[in-house]
């Protein structure tokens, strides 16, 4: 089997896994009563979704660490190696990042103060500590690639520097998928989208281990929209964006072309600026809005849009971003 055939192949598995348990992890949600709630302050129509189960991220995130472990401990027991060692990082993020992610989703459920969720300070410290464990192992444990830039066909040495920018990549995708996580199958389809990219790009440096990684995220990422597509059935919550956009952040650093990401996660990058620009606007002009609502999903859907039509416009503008960026990371 060819290598591209055995990460397709992966794919594939992944998705009939994820699909298969997603009925019965919807049940599990609704009977302990894991609902969304609704930002008051939101677009009116988000009220129908109150009560929609959340922390579906898990749904994506089992699997992926199931096949991944499954194969890795194949590559211990058997000569052939399915899966490098290298992939356990990623999947530490992953893992981390949705354990704290699903205890700030139980706070917001079931905690004092409902619908607040973790203080954002401690949320943010945990935070950039999984993401300090991540950076010094990309460093000196997987020895990855610094940076490499279009068209400059050798790698630049950040030095010591590279702990702080990788961190502040981490922590920066994490909250950023985290932002765009607002409409019915949003994030998982710009998440999938990006973390095909990244697989095509690993493929091109021969990281076959990364390229496999990829498409079985993004196998499960397509199970977990077949439940989250409108009107969705179940929210990924912090559990799964948290996640996602961190182990895409580390993906990226892996293969050294992470300022693609401004390009191949256009979306998430555009939604997390709407919020920084339309904060520094409200505080300049004491009181007056940049846009009518943010993260900028919200603006459009005050504007008139519907919700299906902003999530396949966005995702229009996602592929051709990905498509950029591919072409970017081949020069």
């Not at 977990?224 to 009107?231: A, D, I, K, M």
Request: hydrophobic fraction near 55%; charge should be positive.
């Amino acid at each position: 089997m060819t290598q591209t055939a055995m990460a397709l192949s992966l794919g594939g598995i992944t998705f009939l896994l994820t699909v298969i348990w997603g009925g019965p992890l919807i049940r599990v949600l609704r009977t302990l009563g894991i609902g969304e709630r609704i930002r008051i302050e939101g677009p009116i129509r988000h009220f129908t979704k109150l009560g929609t189960p959340t922390m579906g991220g898990w749904l994506v995130v089992i699997p992926v660490v199931l096949v991944t472990g499954v194969l890795n401990l194949v590559s211990f027991l058997a000569p052939l190696t399915v899966l490098g060692r290298s992939i356990l990082l990623p999947l530490f993020v992953m893992l981390s990042n949705a354990a704290l992610g699903a205890w700030d989703d139980w706070k917001s459920i079931r905690g004092h103060q409902r619908g607040e969720g973790l203080r954002p300070r401690s949320k943010f410290i945990w935070q950039i500590l999984i993401a300090l464990v991540a950076a010094l192992g990309l460093k000196y444990g997987l020895d990855a690639p610094n940076l490499y830039l279009p068209n400059f066909p050798e790698e630049i040495s950040l030095g010591i520097w590279y702990i702080p920018i990788a961190m502040f990549i981490i922590v920066g995708y994490g909250n950023a998928v985290n932002l765009t996580d607002g409409l019915d199958g949003l994030a998982g389809l710009i998440a999938a989208t990006a973390f095909a990219c990244y697989g095509a790009i690993a493929m091109l440096q021969g990281q076959i281990f990364l390229v496999r990684f990829c498409f079985t995220i993004v196998g499960a990422l397509f199970a977990f929209l077949w439940y989250n597509s409108h009107p969705a059935e179940l929210f990924m919550g912090d559990t799964g964006s948290l996640a996602l956009g961190a182990t895409l952040a580390v993906v990226a650093l892996m293969t050294g072309q992470w300022p693609l990401l401004l390009i191949i996660a256009v979306i998430p990058t555009a939604t997390t600026l709407s919020v920084i620009l339309q904060v520094a606007y409200f505080k300049l002009t004491k009181g007056r809005r940049l846009f009518k609502m943010t993260p900028i999903h919200h603006h459009f859907e005050l504007s008139g849009w519907s919700e299906t039509q902003i999530v396949q416009r966005f995702w229009l503008i996602a592929l051709l971003s990905a498509m950029i960026g591919v072409a970017l990371a081949l020069i």
